[in-house]
């Protein structure tokens, strides 16, 4: 099962928005409303930033939003900071035989 | 407060075998169902396995089926994974992982360990 697709890189200034898409197929994404994406900084465990597509836990500001349209997830961050930057990678529930599937990352470069 | 901490990577040769060890503590460890995680340098996260919350129930990557056994200990809140036979391909950072309860996402990891597989 090959990886989700997701662009190497994405770019903004601080106070501007990016979003990141995620591509999948109608086994993963497209089947299950159970994408998440994490944030990660370098040398540091992967943070959970959305879960369930839109939701997001506490603690997570609400600069960052999900959403989902066919095989296709998105995540946008508004009012981009200097903390934001770092790779993000989504993830989609795949079923029950092979559980999840990531994305290979991007990296948010806050310019 | 939750705490996910891995322990037993380092260098192995090709070939042979490592045990992996993720002490879990903060929540009702035997409650939840719990994953391995791994990530290559440089690469993106790759589910490797996951075990329910009393161990009866294991699923796995193809690329590690039959080489690897996860496993769990709920009296000493442990997660473990047990890897034999192993490749270069199988270096990586090694994140324990826990799903929550009637959902699929991993609410919490722990700091990694790292495995690599070198002569």
């Known amino acids: 099962q090959s990886a989700l697709t997701q662009p190497r890189s994405v770019s903004g200034s601080p106070g501007q928005s990016v979003t990141i898409s995620c591509t999948g197929t109608s086994s993963d994404i497209g089947a299950y409303n159970y994408v998440s994406w994490y944030q990660q900084h370098p040398g540091k465990a992967p943070r959970l930033m959305i879960y369930d597509v839109t939701k997001r836990p506490s603690g997570v500001p609400d600069r960052f939003s999900g959403s989902k349209s066919g095989n296709t997830a998105s995540l946008t961050i508004s009012g981009l900071q200097a903390e934001d930057e770092a790779d993000y990678y989504c993830?989609?529930?795949?079923?029950?035989?092979?559980?999840?599937?990531f994305g290979g990352g991007t990296k948010l470069t806050v310019l | 407060e939750v705490q996910l901490v891995e322990s037993g990577g380092g260098l192995v040769q090709p070939g042979g075998s490592l045990r992996l060890s993720c002490a879990a503590s903060g929540f009702t460890f035997s409650s939840y169902w719990m994953h391995w995680v791994r990530q290559a340098p440089g690469k993106g996260p790759v589910w490797v396995s996951r075990t329910n919350s009393d161990g009866s129930s294991t699923t796995y990557a193809d690329s590690v089926k039959g080489r690897f056994t996860i496993s769990r200990d709920n009296a000493k809140n442990t997660l473990y994974l047990q890897m034999n036979s192993l490749g270069a391909e199988d270096t990586a950072v090694y994140y324990c992982a826990r799903e929550p309860m009637s959902d699929y996402y991993f609410d919490y990891w722990g700091q990694g360990t790292l495995v690599t597989v070198s002569s």
């Open positions: 993830c989609s529930y795949s079923g029950s035989y092979t559980s999840s599937i």
